[in-house]
């Protein structure tokens, strides 16, 4: 048994698919927090919020993701900025998902029925409280379906991370390549390890979906 | 109903999966029994198809990498073409598909390519069949000047960082060279020069001659440490094990290549990429 566990570097494997999914929460938390704040600018800070988020967002869904993965990784420490891997990629994910869940915030707030302002304004409700009562709370309602989604695609792009030494999945299994000399099973257990943690994001954002929708 | 919606949902989805991965590692299987299938000779399926196809990586000057016009060029394209000159009668009747350090070995094993050249290690030697050394080869590092590194002993230190490769032969010279450095895993001697020149490392474990070429370039800024990480190696021409009339063709085209028929070429090749003449045809020669 442990012989078998030896030859398929399956404790390493195990500590890659955590580091994966360590990443990919981290990366989510941002991506989420970076995005809340890119929303609350466009909402709050008028024609100016919105040219200034549009432009980002154009700069980040247009460029591949491995760019600022390098630029955080390779740049910032010449300019005195040396964080470890882990932080660099994380940051690189959350620059880049940022922009693509603000646009899921922004279409889910797009979604929200208008006649619900105007019924908050009628009461009263000052502005701040139409954003955090009113607003908030249905954007994340609408937005989970493509959140989930946002987050497989998170999880996958942590991949990217063997390129600058994380030692994740995807640089196990390029290890275990090297040291065995296996052409397809290093690959197909981090396939499989994949697949386990996007099938718990699945039924995570299904019971998620499920818990609010029906309250 | 709902939470049984959602439990429905999440059994339909593991099912698809399981589905769709039976029948990915049912393909894969048809595909290694494919590529096992050495009952024809790589030798004969080249020459029906008039064309060689070499993997290289394409960011290890002197031995292959792009010039400025894009081209690929190299110590080991050289030879690349020498090999389809001598077996189809034209260097150009070559294809070259492009890996990175790790993607080699799979693009033999899988019968994507026919050859290609590396390091001879043991352990890479039970995967797929090397030839005779090519050349001779060596491991040592590439520092950054203003590390202050000028020997094996500077490195041997906790604060110090040197960037490897994935392969287990750079994870054993830095255990046996030094233990108390730490080191950084990358997927191209690029990423390892980009690694040292910004700073993440101070040194990166590479072939001498790549060593040699990017101190060149970077005069004043790295430096090429002369001690050597243990002793010569082997560069062998590589392609897919159990096919003996292949290998004997490339290990008769290295035999000539270095000792024979072929040997002007050879110096042509070394003097263009190493700026000096290969070891001699034959040791005993006096005039050679």
């Known amino acids: ?215 | 109903m709902n939470t049984k919606s959602t439990h429905f949902r999440f059994r339909i989805n593991a099912l698809t999966t399981a589905v769709i991965m039976f029948f990915a590692v049912a393909l894969f299987g048809v595909i290694t029994q494919a590529s096992a299938d050495t009952s024809n000779s790589r030798y004969d399926a080249i020459v029906k198809r008039d064309k060689l196809i070499a993997v290289t990586m394409t960011t290890i000057p002197p031995f292959a990498f792009k010039d400025e016009k894009g081209n690929l060029v190299g110590f080991d394209i050289d030879i690349y073409k020498l090999v389809a000159r001598e077996l189809l009668g034209d260097k150009e009747k070559i294809e070259f598909v492009g890996v990175g350090s790790a993607g080699r070995w799979p693009a033999i094993l899988t019968g994507q390519a026919d050859l290609g050249i590396g390091t001879i290690y043991m352990r890479r030697a039970n995967n797929v069949a090397f030839t005779y050394p090519v050349m001779d080869t060596s491991i040592n590092l590439l520092v950054t000047k203003k590390s202050g590194i000028t020997s094996l002993a500077d490195v041997n230190k906790p604060g110090i960082t040197v960037a490897n490769l994935e392969n287990p032969q750079m994870k054993d010279r830095a255990n046996r060279f030094f233990p108390k450095a730490k080191t950084i895993i990358l997927d191209g001697s690029a990423a390892q020069l980009l690694a040292i020149k910004s700073g993440r490392a101070q040194a990166m474990q590479m072939d001498t001659a790549v060593n040699d070429y990017y101190a060149a370039l970077n005069k004043g800024e790295l430096i090429s440490l002369g001690a050597m990480l243990g002793d010569m190696f082997g560069n062998g021409i590589y392609c897919q094990p159990g096919d003996f009339k292949w290998i004997r063709w490339l290990d008769t085209f290295v035999q000539e290549l270095r000792f024979g028929s072929l040997y002007a070429d050879y110096r042509e090749i070394y003097n263009k990429w190493y700026g000096k003449n290969p070891p001699p045809q034959r040791h005993y020669l006096e005039n050679n």
């Not at chain 1, 398929?8 to 995005?35: D, F, M, N, P, R």
């Not at chain 1, 919020?49 to 869904?61: L, P, S």
């Not at chain 1, 139409?130 to 249905?138: C, D, L």
């Open chain 1, 1 to 215: 048994m442990t012989d078998w566990i030896g030859k398929y570097y399956l404790i390493e494997y195990i500590q890659a698919c955590g580091w994966a999914a360590v990443l990919a929460v981290a990366a989510t938390l941002g991506g989420v927090v970076w995005a809340g704040a890119l929303f609350f600018f466009t909402t709050v800070f008028g024609r100016i919020g919105r040219v200034a988020v549009a432009a980002y967002v154009q700069i980040f869904r247009n460029t591949p993701v491995l760019l600022p993965i390098y630029l955080v990784y390779f740049g910032f420490p010449m300019i005195g900025i040396v964080w470890p891997a882990a932080v660099c990629g994380c940051f690189a994910i959350t620059l880049q998902q940022g922009a693509y869940v603000s646009e899921i915030f922004r279409g889910s707030y797009k979604s929200i029925d208008r006649n619900l302002y105007d019924a908050a304004q009628s009461i009263g409700l000052s502005g701040w409280q139409i954003f955090s009562k009113i607003t908030v709370p249905q954007v994340i309602v609408y937005s989970l379906p493509s959140l989930g989604s946002q987050v497989v695609l998170i999880l996958k792009d942590t991949s990217l991370l063997s390129a600058i030494t994380v030692a994740e999945l995807m640089m196990q299994a390029k290890r275990t390549q090297e040291a065995t000399g296996a052409i397809y099973w290093p690959f197909l257990m981090a396939a499989a390890m994949y697949l386990f943690l996007t099938l718990f994001i699945d039924y995570f954002f299904a019971r998620a979906q499920k818990a609010v929708r029906w309250r």
